[in-house]
């Protein structure tokens, strides 16, 4: 980085480290369209859209180098079935069927990739009718299965993930998707994982997604507190059902075009159509920005389990430990791993503050790369916001309930050498 370039992102990142995050609405529903790569920074991104919260959709110049958009794509814009199961016939994939409601979402099945794409060239044959129903291929992790293979490289305004940092590091999760479904296949309503961002990328095909800014989702709810499956529903008009439905604002409605990336803010929620036969990538991710965000998720989460299981708590000896395990078992993190979720995240800035980076690192996709290439002032940010929510974290009454001497370094220790690591950094 050289000297005006640092100079301009240390004011930069003072600006917005203490900035607060929030939901606001859209003038008349409008939605940024981002149109040059070439004259759109990674600042630009970070002060108009993840800051503020503030959905936008990339132009297929930012995804034109793909190697999905080049293989996976026939002549005509329509998904390369044979290239498809000459890659990934053998694999097993997750499919959904959009045609039954279970509980809030749609059933999954299990099959051989080479099953569903036979499905799908049978079903757009039968005039996309099946008597299978409409199945919709959802939330496979192929970066995960197969690592070698040229598919796609995440644009850098979306480097900074957290989410996906962390559960590399314990190989366990991830949040990556593919997705891959015919015309008229659809994810029902609902807000990302954590309440976190998304992006997501059309290889072929279009979608339309109707959004609502976070807040707007406690208008939709019914009597009884609970989200619509679908927000189209004629039954949404019925006050006696959703008494506030009438005080929501008309959703944000995008329609995206093949090649083009959509950024889904954190906590807004969505519902998303398939307007051509389709295949999309999609990532979920947490930063800095967000984090904060995720806390209050997992906060409200914890209370939730705790009304429901309220009348076990007198009789229960473990019921505080009782209720994480069932909110890790909803949500898929309770709080002693979101304190380790935010100790990896914090060691790895601090390790490039104090070390820096390799050759070999660097040239390697790796958090550590990603953290050199937004720079010691994106990692100051970091830790800056890390230390907020950690501190909050630590004086969290159902946090100090838990048998915390498994944590190491213990959250009082790691408090103590974030703020020493940003001290330094900033002399």
């Not at 989410?163 to 479904?181: Q, S």
């Not at 051509?276 to 209050?296: F, L, R």
């Not at 909803?330 to 390790?351: H, M, P, Q, W």
Request: proline share 5%.
């Amino acid at each position: 980085m050289d000297r005006a370039t640092f100079a301009c992102s240390t004011a930069f990142f003072r600006d917005y480290s203490s900035s607060s995050q929030g939901a606001f609405c859209l003038p008349g529903g409008h939605v940024d369209f981002i149109e040059k790569v070439e004259s759109f920074t990674y600042s630009d991104f970070f002060r108009d859209y993840l800051i503020p919260n503030h959905p936008c959709i990339f132009s297929a110049k930012f995804t034109e180098d793909w190697g999905s958009r080049r293989n996976w794509v026939t002549w005509d814009g329509k998904p390369n079935f044979d290239h498809l199961l000459q890659k990934f016939g053998e694999a097993v994939v997750p499919v959904a069927n959009c045609d039954v409601k279970e509980y809030n979402s749609n059933p999954k099945e299990e099959l051989p990739f080479k099953e569903y794409i036979k499905y799908w060239k049978e079903y757009i044959k039968n005039d996309y009718c099946s008597s299978r129903g409409c199945l919709y291929l959802k939330d496979w992790h192929l970066s995960r299965a197969f690592p070698e293979q040229d598919v796609y490289t995440t644009p850098v305004y979306f480097s900074s993930d957290w989410l996906n940092e962390y559960w590399d590091a314990i190989a366990v999760d991830d949040y990556r998707f593919v997705y891959m479904g015919p015309k008229g296949s659809w994810t029902p309503f609902h807000a990302d994982v954590f309440r976190s961002y998304s992006w997501s990328a059309n290889i072929c095909g279009r979608k339309k997604w109707l959004l609502y800014p976070a807040g707007q989702e406690e208008y939709l709810k019914d009597r009884h507190g609970n989200l619509p499956f679908d927000v189209t529903a004629p039954s949404l008009q019925d006050r006696s059902v959703y008494p506030r439905y009438n005080q929501s604002q008309p959703p944000v409605e995008i329609v995206q075009e093949a090649g083009e990336i959509v950024f889904i803010p954190s906590g807004w929620h969505h519902q998303v159509y398939n307007l051509e036969d389709t295949i999309s990538i999609n990532h979920n991710w947490v930063n800095g920005c967000n984090v904060a965000i995720m806390w209050c998720f997992l906060q409200d989460e914890l209370a939730a389990v705790q009304r429901e299981i309220n009348e076990w708590k007198d009789p229960m000896d473990d019921w505080h430990l009782q209720c994480q395990l069932i909110m890790k078992s909803c949500t898929g993190i309770d709080y002693k791993e979101f304190y380790n979720f935010l100790k990896v995240i914090a060691e790895n800035r601090i390790s490039v503050l104090e070390n820096g980076l390799d050759d070999e690192a660097s040239a390697k996709n790796t958090p550590k790369a990603a953290i050199s290439t937004l720079g010691m002032l994106h990692a100051v940010f970091d830790l800056k916001r890390t230390v907020k929510v950690l501190t909050s974290l630590s004086a969290n009454e159902d946090f100090k309930k838990l048998d915390l001497t498994s944590l190491s370094p213990s959250p009082e220790a790691l408090l103590h050498y974030l703020k020493a690591a940003i001290d330094t950094a900033l002399l």
